[in-house]
């Protein structure tokens, strides 16, 4: 069973940036799309965006362009969300998610989710 | 981008009935590319249902999923008690993928 292993929590302050990281444990993210989904405290769940890793092409949503990136290395299966310009209202849990690809389904494995607190 | 409603917001309900949850996008969903989550509290989410109807790894066939291009449905037929949880709808047909605003499932 893969799994889907995060780095550790983080306090970061306004204005700074964060990078998480998302490394598949006994595999690799080759057929699979990796997408970020955050979740801020007692809300629901809001998709980020999502990377193909064997053609690096990334999708991201409007409300996050030009804040957010998202890169993967190939080689050690390990993907990273990297978010700048860090405010108060991005304090969440961030997840990493994968899918196969090319299929039909849909985000079936799943990492544990790394808090990210912003706080001056 | 495709907006996501959900309903009800809570479903109270008892072990042994039957749930139905719904989701409906503000446009057609391509390909019928619509999921169902479940979400316990301290959890990350599990997949339930993909592509509309098709049953994720492991859920047992109480659970059951239907609908196309803008109405969607999420059928439990007999609650169990590890049933009761957050149940989220995700579109991902269309970028940006979006995700509904989820619906609670109460004892």
């Known amino acids: 069973q893969v799994q889907l292993v995060q780095s550790g929590a983080e306090v970061k302050k306004p204005g700074s940036s964060v990078k998480v990281s998302c490394t598949a444990s006994?595999?690799?993210?080759?057929?699979?799309?990796?997408?970020w989904v955050r979740q801020a405290p007692g809300?629901?769940?809001?998709?980020?965006?999502r990377i193909i890793p064997i053609f690096g092409t990334t999708n991201y949503a409007q409300k996050f362009q030009g804040r957010v990136t998202i890169t993967a290395d190939k080689s050690t299966g390990t993907a990273y969300l990297e978010l700048s310009s860090l405010k108060?209202?991005?304090?969440?849990?961030?997840?990493?998610?994968?899918?196969?690809?090319?299929?039909?389904?849909?985000?079936?494995?799943?990492?544990?989710?790394t808090l990210v607190t912003v706080s001056s | 981008e495709i907006v996501l409603t959900q309903s009800p917001g809570t479903?109270?309900?008892s072990p042994g009935?039957?749930?139905?949850?719904?989701?409906r996008a503000?446009?057609?969903?391509?390909?019928?590319?619509?999921?169902?989550?479940?979400?316990?509290?301290?959890?990350?989410?599990?997949?339930?249902?993909y592509a509309a109807s098709s049953r994720a790894t492991g859920i047992p066939d109480r659970f059951s999923g239907s609908g196309s291009g803008t109405?969607?449905?999420?059928t439990i037929s007999r609650l169990e008690p590890e049933d009761f949880a957050v149940y989220y709808c995700h579109q991902y047909g269309s970028s940006p993928k979006t995700f509904g605003q989820g619906t609670k499932v109460e004892i």
């Open chain 2, 71 to 74: 109405d969607f449905t999420l």
């Open chain 1, 43 to 49: 809300q629901g769940l809001e998709w980020m965006g």
């Open chain 2, 17 to 23: 009935e039957r749930a139905t949850l719904s989701c």
């Open chain 1, 88 to 113: 108060s209202e991005d304090t969440a849990v961030y997840y990493c998610a994968r899918a196969p690809y090319p299929s039909t389904k849909d985000l079936s494995d799943w990492g544990q989710g």
């Open chain 1, 26 to 35: 006994g595999g690799t993210f080759t057929g699979y799309t990796l997408t």
């Open chain 2, 11 to 13: 479903l109270s309900l």
């Open chain 2, 26 to 49: 503000s446009q057609s969903v391509i390909s019928s590319y619509l999921a169902w989550y479940q979400q316990k509290p301290g959890q990350a989410p599990r997949l339930v249902i």
